[in-house]
């Protein structure tokens, strides 16, 4: 039908139905309408009679249209090339009166517009058959079913008649004989202008074409007669072809042709005949297999030995047996059954059995589990799919990445919380022995940071639930955080480094920046960060990426938003924590997105809330408006990343209510289920403790003063009486020692109060001061005695191992806090020392001393090798899923109880012990020997033997370990430090300690500067911790030289041999305090470092500014400390000559400081040896190479040059010589190569001669170090060789090492053989060098071993050369020479008369010059 707008004309508006009007009024309005006798807006016309009525109005001398109709072909002609489809266009805008005829013929979209020419098909040798008669007077009438049944449908839709009569016609064509046969018509097309092999297809595509225009019988088959015809022209055509142009054209054919039409064609081969010559031809040309298809069978055969003989192929079709439902009649659509699309129904096959061991895909279940591969899961299991391996059960991680991004909910909650759990696992180290890969780092590296982020922001709540808890996941480790919950109350155990990844600057525009303003550097490092990409960012760096991302603005929305349920905001709470710890910049962040702190504190903390009475075992129905620990938690983080955070969080969000609240009140009383009201009152405290910590919240000890003495009061009871409930004793546990670590920031705080007071009325207003805190000293003397007795009473314990181990942590809380109280109150004005030494002397009379007696102290110190992390680096080793972007701290689990956090470590104990040694002997000095009674243990001393052998990897869980033993071995040593003048046997063991304390230097942390600056300042420059300097030392040193000269045979002369090695250690050690103020005074750079660090070790809480420890970067030092000095002096000097500047003399001071240097370090090498054999040789020697760098002249200064020459003999010893390895990686150095140009440069320049620097320059010559050192001085730096004048005696090292083995380079022989004939190596000139290259040309021009041409063309060239030389001296030593020998005048031996193989060699080289008569003695 049609639908023909007419023409409007101008009439009375008539009214419309409106909504609510009856079936009255809309009678009215027609009534209305058809009074008016208006036209209607638009009529229906029937379109076939406007076609008949147009048909008889068609002129008469019109030319009829002749159309053709092609069955079964479609309206639309097929789309040659897939393109997306375009967005239509205004449609065209038609008038009435156009011709619609045109309209047609322009706007004809059928497949015959698009055919140019038509050609009839010949039709005379088609068969023709007759109706059949039927004695019926009326057609049978059929049943839909039998048509079904009888014909197969093509496309398009035709009636059950139409059906039916093509059926017929079917039946009938297969009964007709042909009657007579035709002539297939030729096509125009010669030989010339196509190929043959196309020309057959193109001949028989065009039969099919024309075969098809008839519509009679479309996709026919030819009549054999015309199939004949075909067949020989084209088996003539190929038999006129030779063999190069068949396989030309079929390889064209093949490369033109669809590859999956190619191989159905072949598969279809056995239905198509051919000649039997044809054929032979074909198999032949078959049988060459392209490069191709041999990868592909050998990848097959690769398969088939991988998989069971017995398998069926994967691509194998289906047929109606596989399918296990049959289509039955009378269904709809059904009536062709498509058995490709019905094979998802067939059984899956069985999992293959791999027999190798290639790497496969790994595949997960639902639980996170891996699924072994070849393994048979139940299908009912849902761990099937439609993937690439059906057969194989479960998900690999990148369906897991696609099903995440479903369009059903339930497939990305699904997949979400799969990929949570085998994070989970994966971070538990299930999967660390099974995968190749860390499973971690390919998910980071996928983009999963982005998968949760985008999923983070869905507005399903269950998706939200599990991008949650796979973030969660990701980030929060439960091990790592129970961990530092333990550690909390341990010795300055609140302070932690950042878990924030390493940033290595690479670029060198970073090195030019250090000399701009800080504020600059800042503004350039924040404005790089901005313009980095966020995978960038994320891929160095995820929780950055996360903030990045905006992922907090999220957070808070869905926490005061959606209001999860409790699992997911307690999950978002903890994410919360592991962000804030990740530096104090993620703790700005959290801090200042918009109301997400005050929802936390508003909902999670609220000092009020309804009590929620769920059933047993029934969880609770939501966290909001209830108090939560993990809320108090976070606070808590967020307090110790600075002390500006920490008010802010007290005064602005009101935390000192909320703290009052929760510490006033018993945990028991609080309308909360047990565990979390004791975590939340133990989180409490925790957060007052780190407020405490920088002088805030001081106040609230005078308000709950009597709450707090009421929980004082509880604590021996603890003790005495153990609970049976053993999770409810371990709660009081941890609450009491929260509590006493509590008490010991007050008191750190109320011992600066009195200082502070003074600063303030000294001022007199003129410059501002930090005010004191509203408590003093007698707010806390009180405490003192009572705990004093609680330690008495937990020392008793000591012989019942069970309630030992229970409150040992406990005990040694009690003890710091008893330090810490004497450590202020000699810094009090109410100081009364007669008073404070009679106490001190009554305790550990009667308390302290007995138990350094016990046996049990003793079983601690032998313990302490076993849990120690320096003894044993395994247990420094991070986690199985380590990334360098998301740092953790590694506990996959429970920690071993032996190691350093094991439930029985004495290193917690001990340090408190120690700690309290240390400040009773400082305030009492009477008490120091007997306090140094506990490092006369056994045990002890073997513990420090072995500490200094082990040296873990350095990364944040070794560091965070490592620390907390640095804090015990520093304590050992103080004590150590302050008894050698007084107990004897402390001084036996003073080189143990030396040797300890050097080392903790090397290995001490950031954060830790306070403690390396009194090991520098008290302890490593000590003449007493140095006891051969006194005992005859430096003598023995002496002695030990000569007895080593005698045992090398007494051949070498050592280079200037005066002053001695006993005499420079001598003077070494007489100026110790001078060494010790060149190298602090090397260090002023971090006093700034070393400030911060003091504050927090002396409890100087007004001055902490952070709890958060630095950035962990590594050892505070690097290896080679010792060699700073130079090194600096070294980059100072390079800078000033890099302006143009020349350097030609120092300054006094810094001649002092470079011998200091070099003393300190020849002082190491000889009595403390071991320690730095860490560094390499070659790193020694390019240290010391930068003296003879830095200046003109300095390396000839007295005291410098003869401690040069003694370290270098130390160097040149044979055992040490022999792991000289120049061509390794030398930290700080770029390339030893580009060091030793720079060091031949010098000497040409300001050398003068001198034999020690010639020394350096020969050492790297020897002939196993690369030849590019040695072509640098015969061809880059000749000059060198007029002054390097170094005599063979004068050599520290042996002759051999530059002869032995014999030259291979050729290049570099040549350049021998040229010096030596030049006359630019000589024998006076440079001695050691003319041996090594006559030696060297010798055993070249004389070597007979089998070589290329040009290699003995050389050599052979080179000795006649040798024997033509016009200069006898030279002739003789390059023709006669024997051995090195460095008692020789000419430093060789040479022959009298050459051997018998050398003569005959120069007769076969030089027969045209010597006759056979002649002996070459004469020559």
């Known amino acids: 039908m049609l639908i023909n707008s007419d023409t409007p004309k101008p009439r009375k508006m008539l009214g419309r139905p409106k909504p609510g009007e009856s079936e009255d009024d809309l009678l009215l309005f027609q009534q209305q309408f058809l009074a008016a006798g208006t036209s209607p807006a638009a009529k229906i016309v029937n379109k076939r009679k406007v076609q008949s009525q147009n048909a008889d109005r068609i002129p008469v001398n019109a030319v009829p249209r002749d159309t053709v109709t092609l069955e079964a072909l479609p309206d639309l002609p097929p789309s040659l090339m897939p393109a997306p489809p375009k967005k239509s266009k205004a449609g065209a805008v038609k008038f009435q009166g156009d011709d619609s005829e045109e309209q047609m013929d322009l706007q004809d979209q059928h497949i015959t517009a698009v055919l140019s020419k038509i050609i009839e098909r010949d039709t005379r040798a088609s068969p023709i058959s007759l109706p059949v008669s039927t004695g019926l007077a009326f057609p049978k009438v059929f049943h839909r079913s039998e048509v079904q049944s009888e014909v197969k449908l093509v496309s398009g839709k035709k009636s059950i008649f139409a059906q039916k009569l093509a059926a017929k016609k079917a039946a009938e064509a297969t009964r007709a004989v042909p009657s007579f046969s035709g002539f297939r018509p030729r096509t125009g097309v010669t030989q010339e202008q196509r190929s043959p092999p196309p020309r ?75 000649s039997e010559g044809a054929k032979d031809k074909m198999e032949s040309r078959k049988t060459e297999k392209t490069h191709e298809e041999e990868q592909i069978h050998s990848c097959l055969t690769r398969q088939s030995e991988a998989s069971p003989a017995e398998e069926e192929p994967m691509d194998q079709k289906p047929t109606e047996d596989d399918i296990p439902l049959k289509p039955e009649k009378g269904w709809v659509h059904m009536d062709v059954p498509e058995y490709e699309k019905l094979e998802w129904m067939k059984d899956l096959p069985k999992p293959r059995r791999w027999k190798t061991n290639e790497e496969m895909q790994a595949r997960f279940s639902f639980l996170g589990d891996l699924i072994p591969p070849g393994v048979d899961v139940p299908t009912h299991l849902g761990l099937h799919h439609h993937g690439e391996q059906p057969e194989q059960a479960g998900y690999s991680l990148q369906e897991l990445f696609h099903l995440a991004r479903s369009q059903v909910i339930q497939q990305r909650t699904l997949a979400l919380q799969t990929l949570a759990r085998i994070i989970q696992k994966a971070k538990a180290g299930d999967f660390s022995s099974l995968l190749k890969y860390s499973i971690l780092r390919m998910l980071l590296d996928a983009g999963l940071l982005f998968l949760l982020r985008f999923s983070l922001d869905d507005s399903v709540e269950n998706v939200i639930a599990a991008c949650v808890q796979a973030l969660k996941a990701l980030l929060v480790s439960p091990f790592d955080e129970e961990y530092l919950d333990r550690t909390f109350c341990w010795y300055l155990g609140a302070s932690v480094f950042p878990l924030r990844p390493n940033e290595a600057e690479e670029d060198d525009e970073d090195e030019e920046e250090e000399e701009e303003p800080k504020s600059k550097g800042n503004e350039n490092s924040k404005s790089k960060e901005d313009k980095k990409a966020d995978p960038d960012v994320a891929r160095a760096d995820t929780v950055k990426g996360l903030l990045k991302m905006k992922v907090l603005h999220r957070l808070r929305y869905i926490l005061e938003v959606v209001r999860p349920i409790p699992s997911v905001s ?46 047993t075992g029934e969880p609770m129905t939501s966290t909001h408006s209830v108090p939560v620990a993990a809320a108090m938690k976070l606070t808590r983080v967020l307090a110790c990343a600075g002390r500006n955070m920490s008010a802010v969080l007290l005064n602005k969000h009101n935390m000192k209510e909320r703290i009052g609240r929760f510490v006033a009140e018993d945990p028991c009383d609080l309308p909360l289920e047990q565990q979390e009201a004791f975590a939340l009152s133990i989180e409490a405290l925790r957060l007052w403790a780190v407020a405490a910590n920088y002088g805030q919240a001081c106040d609230l000890y005078k308000d709950l003063y009597p709450a707090l003495m009421k929980m004082l009061q509880t604590l021996p009871k603890l003790t005495s009486q153990p609970m049976e409930d053993g999770q409810l004793y371990g709660f009081y546990m941890q609450r009491a020692e929260v509590l006493i670590c509590l008490l010991i920031n007050i008191t ?106 016990l046996p049990v102290l003793e079983s601690m110190f032998e313990d302490l090798r076993s849990h120690s992390a320096l003894c044993s680096p395994r247990s420094c080793h991070p986690g199985p899923e380590t990334v360098h972007s998301l740092v953790s701290l590694g506990f996959a689990g429970r920690e071993s109880p032996l190691s350093l956090l094991g439930s029985k470590s004495p290193f917690a104990f001990l340090t408190a012990m120690l700690y309290l040694l240390n400040t009773i002997s400082s305030v009492h000095k009477g008490l120091t020997e007997k306090c140094s009674s506990v490092l006369h243990s056994k045990g002890l001393r073997d513990y420090l033997v072995h500490s200094c052998r082990g040296s873990p990897p350095i990364h944040h869980r070794s560091a965070w370990l490592l620390r907390h033993e640095f804090h015990f071995q520093h304590f050992v040593l103080q004590l150590a430090s302050k008894a050698i003048t007084i107990s004897p046997q402390v001084t036996g063991q003073t080189p143990l300690y030396h040797y300890v304390a050097v080392t903790l230097l090397s290995q001490l942390l950031p954060g830790s500067e306070h403690l390396a600056h009194e090991l520098l300042s008290k302890l490593i420059f000590n003449q007493d911790m140095i006891p051969e300097g006194k005992s005859g030392g430096p003598e023995a040193e002496d002695l030990s030289c000569i007895l080593q000269l005698r045992a090398d045979g007494g051949t070498a002369e050592q280079v200037h041999s005066n002053p001695t090695r006993g005499t420079l250690l001598g003077a070494a050690f007489k100026q110790l305090p001078t060494i010790r103020a060149h190298y602090l005074a090397h260090f002023t750079h971090v006093q700034p470092a070393v400030s911060r660090s003091k504050t927090f070790y002396t409890g100087q809480n007004h001055l902490v500014q952070s709890v958060l420890l630095p950035d962990m970067t590594g050892a505070l030092l690097p290896a080679d400390w010792a060699f700073l000095p130079l090194i600096n002096l070294y980059d100072q000097v390079n800078r000033v000559e890099m302006k143009g500047k020349t350097v030609e003399s120092l300054a006094a001071n810094l001649v002092e400081m470079v011998t200091s240097c070099l003393q300190w370090a020849l002082l190491l090498e000889t009595w403390r040896g071991e320690l730095l054999q860490g560094l390499p040789l070659a790193a020694k020697l390019a240290r010391l190479m930068c003296v003879f760098l830095t200046g003109s002249n300095l390396f000839l200064e007295p005291g410098i040059h003869d401690n040069l020459t003694a370290l270098l003999l130390i160097y040149c010893q044979r055992k040490k010589m022999d792991s000289l390895d120049l061509s390794a990686p030398l930290p700080g150095l770029t390339s030893f190569q580009d060091l030793y140009v720079r060091l031949l440069e010098q000497f040409e320049s300001v050398s003068f001669g001198d034999q020690l620097f010639g020394c350096f320059l020969l050492l790297p010559l020897q002939r196993r170090f690369s030849t590019q050192l040695r072509q640098a001085v015969f061809v880059e730096h000749v000059s060198v060789l007029r002054t390097l004048g170094v005599q063979l005696k004068q050599l520290p090292i042996p002759l051999e090492n530059y002869t032995h083995p014999a030259e291979t380079c050729l290049d570099l022989l040549r350049q021998y053989f040229k010096t030596l004939v030049t006359g630019t190596l000589r024998l006076s000139w440079c001695p050691v060098l003319y041996v090594v290259a006559v030696a060297h040309v010798n055993n070249f021009i004389f070597s007979q071993e089998v070589v290329d041409e040009v290699f003995d063309a050389a050599r052979k060239s080179m000795l006649r050369k040798s024997y033509l030389l016009t200069d006898e001296a030279l002739r003789r030593h390059l023709l006669h020479f024997k051995l090195p020998n460095v008692e020789s005048p000419c430093g060789f031996d040479m022959y009298e008369q050459l051997p018998l193989m050398r003569r005959r060699w120069m007769q076969k080289v030089l027969r045209d010059l010597i006759s056979p008569e002649v002996g070459l003695e004469a020559q």
């Open 748 to 853: 750190n705080s109320t011992g600066c109060t009195a200082e502070l007071q003074a600063q303030l009325i000294s001022s007199r207003d003129q410059v501002e001061h930090i005010p004191p805190p509203p408590v003093d000293w007698s707010h806390v003397a009180g405490i003192k005695p009572f705990l004093e007795a609680c330690v008495k009473r937990c020392l008793k314990e000591v012989n019942c191992p069970a309630t030992w181990n229970k409150v040992r942590q406990l005990t040694a809380t009690y003890i710091i806090y008893l330090g810490t109280y004497y450590s202020k109150l000699i810094q009090q004005p109410s100081y009364r020392p007669v008073d404070c030494l009679e106490e001190l002397e009554q305790f550990c009379s009667a308390t302290l001393f007995p138990f350094l007696s």
């Open 200 to 274: 057959v297809t193109e001949v028989s595509e065009k039969e099919q074409s024309t075969d098809g225009g008839s519509g009679g019988r479309l996709g026919g088959e030819l009549s054999p007669q015309e199939s004949q015809r075909i067949h020989e022209e084209n088996v003539a055509r190929l038999q006129a072809m030779s063999k190069e142009e068949i396989e030309e054209e079929r390889n064209n054919l093949l490369a033109r042709l669809d590859p999956s039409l190619v191989a159905f064609l072949k598969s279809r081969k056995s239905e198509v005949s051919c």
């Open 570 to 615: 307690l999950d978002i709470l903890e994410i919360l924590t592991r962000i804030a710890r990740h530096s104090s910049e993620a703790c700005n962040e959290i801090l200042g997105c918009p109301r997400l702190l005050d929802t936390i504190v508003s909902e999670f903390l609220p000092s009020t809330w309804k009590i929620q009475t769920p059933r």
